[in-house]
């Protein structure tokens, strides 16, 4: 489309800002050019009628005929409103959302023209409430959902960014926060969680928000496959790793919603019903084994979700904290069940091999590198000031499958490290697991020079002539 043949009110005020009486394109380019920087975009806006005239342009280039020029336009929006208030104000003045939405509904097959359009309404939306409420309004659920659905790189990272801002920056977040969970939302967020191939930064901002600070987490997940089948999907393990990131980054901040952590042990529970422990993967996650990783990263969760309270904080969580609910759900039977399934770490397999008076030993292998310590992680930060942890420990037989754990493994680095962590745990204020651990040791079942480490050793009782652990102050 040539000059002339755009009406005069739209065309006049651009071609004098270009100071140019040539093609539309070069006025275009001029204006591209020009809005580039802070202070030529602040020259622009001193002119009243550039933005409203673009608008107007935009509209009188209907797609796709001249799809070129259309796009060329949307570069100068966008640059008109990138940080200039008085353009992000003209935009929402003379109905620019309307304009836009109009514009993306006829070109949503056109990924270049919907990511221009995207970029115009990203660089609005982060300069306040009503501007962020206007592009809310137009483009909830329906036209974020068909954006969505391309699924191209190209047009996923300011969808992000246009969904974060808008919950972040809104007044009636809690509105906004409700919409992007229900049913609509979740399908707009489970197509960005697909498109996605890396921990993209507004995506694990939305995450956050969603899954960690709110309760969305089981949702979203469902809304990736039919897990209930026990089938899981390279984008079930993606969301959980982004999951187990962002809980082990805000460990101090915030908790892991009940929910989500109850959720969480239903994954590892049913990873672990379908998974044969018959073979397992030498590499650490991800493995890329749909199951081991829903696995090992619902391990993390729990653990991270288990961990970061303090005693204060414990005193005071009358309603029962996520190791309360963890626990009734029958935590603690599932991981000892789980180490039990395994063959002996690395270096208890070694002194086995060279007794001439033990049988071999027999177990599975581990499912990823990590694995035994993960399991173990999680019962040391469960056994923290817990007597009902530290006594059903040792009421299902488990204190000394613990104290085997206190040692280096070759498959699970840093297992001494949080076995000793665990064993600590499981001793402290607790004279019945001290006892039976005395006794063990007494008894030559258990060699456990570890124990001097965490400040304990064997005494015999001078009363009772019985084995007793004691702070080692020598």
């Known amino acids: 489309m040539e000059a002339c043949c755009i009406p005069e009110q739209v065309i006049q005020p651009l071609l004098l800002a270009s100071d140019s009486s040539h093609s539309l394109e070069e006025c275009l380019q001029f204006l591209i050019e020009a809005s ?16 409203p005239s673009i608008l107007a342009l935009l509209q009188l280039l209907p797609y796709p005929s001249p799809r070129h020029h259309l ?5 100068v929006l966008r640059n008109l409103c990138a940080g200039e208030t008085r353009n992000q104000e003209a935009f929402v003045d003379h109905n620019g959302s ?3 939405s109009e514009l993306l509904d006829s070109a949503i097959g056109d990924v270049e023209t919907v990511r221009f359009g995207l970029q115009v309404l990203a660089n609005v939306v982060v300069m306040g409430e009503n501007r962020q409420r206007d592009v809310w309004l137009r483009f909830f659920p ?7 659905q391309l699924r191209r790189r190209e047009t996923f990272d300011p969808l992000c960014m246009i969904l974060y801002v808008c919950l972040d920056g809104s007044r009636s977040s809690s509105e906004i926060t409700s919409q992007l969970c229900s049913d609509d939302g979740l399908n707009i967020i489970a197509e960005t969680v697909r498109t996605s191939s890396s921990e993209d930064y507004w995506l694990k901002l939305l995450v956050s ?8 987490f089981p949702g979203l997940f469902s809304k990736l496959g039919h897990h209930k089948d026990s089938t899981f999907t390279s984008e079930h393990t993606f969301l959980l790793s982004m999951l187990s990131d962002i809980a082990n980054e805000r460990l101090k901040e915030v908790s892991i919603p009940k929910d989500t952590a109850h959720f969480v042990l239903g994954l590892l529970s049913q990873s672990v019903e379908v998974f044969d422990f ?3 993967e030498k590499a650490e996650l991800p493995t890329g084994s749909a199951v081991i990783d829903v696995m090992g990263y619902s391990l993390v969760v729990i653990r991270d979700a288990c961990a970061g309270r303090s005693i204060q904080q414990l005193k005071n969580d009358s309603g029962g904290g996520n190791v309360d609910l963890l626990l009734s759900s029958g935590l603690i039977e599932l991981l000892l069940g789980l180490l039990r399934k395994l063959e002996p770490p690395t270096t208890i397999k070694k002194a086995l091999k060279q007794s001439p008076t033990s049988s071999s030993s027999s177990g599975n292998p581990c499912p990823y590198r990590g694995f035994r310590r993960d399991i173990v992680a999680v019962i040391g930060n469960c056994a923290y000031r817990r007597k009902e942890v530290q006594d059903e420990i040792r009421e299902r037989d488990g204190l000394f499958l613990m104290l085997q754990q206190c040692v280096t493994d070759d498959e699970n680095p840093f297992l001494r490290e949080w076995g000793l962590w665990c064993v600590r745990n499981l001793l402290e204020g607790n004279e019945e697991n001290q006892k039976v651990v005395a006794e063990l040791e007494m008894q030559g079942s258990v060699d456990v020079p570890q124990l001097r480490e965490i400040g304990l050793r064997v005494e015999i009782d001078p009363l009772t002539y019985r084995p007793k652990l004691v702070n080692d102050t020598t």
Not at 42 to 50: P, R, T, V, W, Y
Not at 142 to 148: G, H, K, Q, V
Not at 209 to 216: A, I, M, T
């Open 36 to 51: 580039k920087t802070d202070s030529g975009r602040s020259d622009l806006a001193s002119k009243a009628d550039i933005l």
């Open 71 to 75: 796009n060329l336009s949307l570069k």
């Open 98 to 100: 309307v304009v836009i």
């Open 142 to 148: 329906e036209r974020f959902l068909a954006i969505s």
């Open 209 to 216: 928000r969603l899954c960690v600070e709110g309760d969305c």
């Open 278 to 280: 018959v073979s397992g």
